[in-house]
């Protein structure tokens, strides 16, 4: 795969595919991210766990807000909640919520055809990051002008955000890089390289495995035809993103896995349970008689696998007989 990128680079370029706004901000953000790296150790303790801790914090604006709440409605939520998911949405850049849940409704529409916008038919790199650093394909740009997104802009929170955008990129990157800065004495350089710049390329990039590493590599035991797969590695690093194949096979499910948290890592679900036990979410949507009908499925086939067992015991007591 990466020995093919500058191959594919320059055929882009050659073609005038490039998407240079992406590829130059993109560019900057991975280049200011490797920075980061080498300022690890040169930072506090606090520094370290508060820009770990912003990246759990606002990958939630991503998994529990962008995904799950404005992409599917698989939930209501309380206008608090919703304008908190909005602030951590931003710090996590990546585009307004109003074009990532477009995006991503027709990702599930047409998934892994042209339309797709990270479309896993065109290899790793590009449902990874290429997707962003090229024009869109026509079909896309057809398919995004089926899709109903009304109900998006009916959102004052979600209409806000969108005409700011992408102006508001990077104030909310660089925001919390004052809270070290001035609450406990970092350098100003380690707090926006490594609580702005890392932090935000490390929480790009786990979102990006989704698209890439998720439509690769998993189990696949509730749509055998889906390249979509199960995967813990993935869901670790997403709060609970990575149970891919239950995903798409119900995409209308809030806690986007089959299994509780003590089953499945999710702590997006407890986020959205935990806000629901406060009366600040309600109408969460589950897939109860797809949940049951897979269960019972899976118990009659043990229930054979068990009945042929005892077949085959008795039959060799017989022999041995």
Request: proline share 4%; net charge positive.
């Amino acid at each position: 795969m990466f020995a093919n990128i500058p191959k594919l680079l320059r055929y882009h370029y050659r073609e005038k595919n490039l998407n240079w706004p992406h590829v130059v901000f993109f560019t900057v953000v991975h280049v200011t991210a490797c920075c980061g790296i080498f300022r690890v150790a040169h930072c506090s303790r606090e520094t370290i766990l508060f820009a770990y801790s912003l990246w759990v914090m606002t990958g939630k604006g991503i998994t529990v807000g962008a995904h799950r709440l404005w992409a599917h409605k698989s939930f209501e939520a309380h206008f608090i909640v919703r304008f908190l998911l909005m602030l951590l949405n931003s710090m996590a850049y990546q585009g307004s919520v109003y074009s990532w849940a477009t995006n991503h409704r027709v990702h599930h529409k047409y998934s892994d055809t042209d339309a797709d916008p990270h479309n896993s038919q065109r290899g790793f790199f590009f449902s990874h990051i290429g997707w962003l650093l090229l024009k869109k394909h026509p079909d896309r740009i057809q398919a995004e002008s089926q899709i109903d997104s009304s109900d998006l802009w009916a959102d004052p929170l979600i209409r806000i955000q969108h005409k700011f955008d992408p102006w508001f990129a990077v104030p909310a990157i660089l925001s919390p890089c004052l809270v070290a800065y001035y609450c406990w004495g970092e350098s100003i350089s380690n707090s926006i390289l490594v609580v702005g710049c890392l932090r935000y390329s490390v929480v790009l990039h786990v979102t990006f495995l989704v698209n890439s590493a998720a439509h690769v590599w998993g189990d696949h035991p509730y749509d055998t035809k889906s390249v979509t797969g199960d995967n813990p590695m993935i869901s670790f690093l997403t709060s609970g993103e990575g149970w891919h194949n239950w995903h798409h096979k119900y995409p209308f499910d809030y806690a986007a896995s089959e299994f509780g948290i003590s089953s499945q890592y999710n702590p997006s679900k407890l986020v959205i349970d935990t806000c629901a036990f406060m009366g600040l979410v309600w109408n969460r949507k589950r897939a109860t008689a797809s949940w049951r009908l897979c269960r019972n499925r899976r118990s009659l086939v043990a229930a054979s696998t068990n009945c042929n067992n005892a077949d085959t015991e008795i039959a060799s007591a017989k022999k041995c007989m």
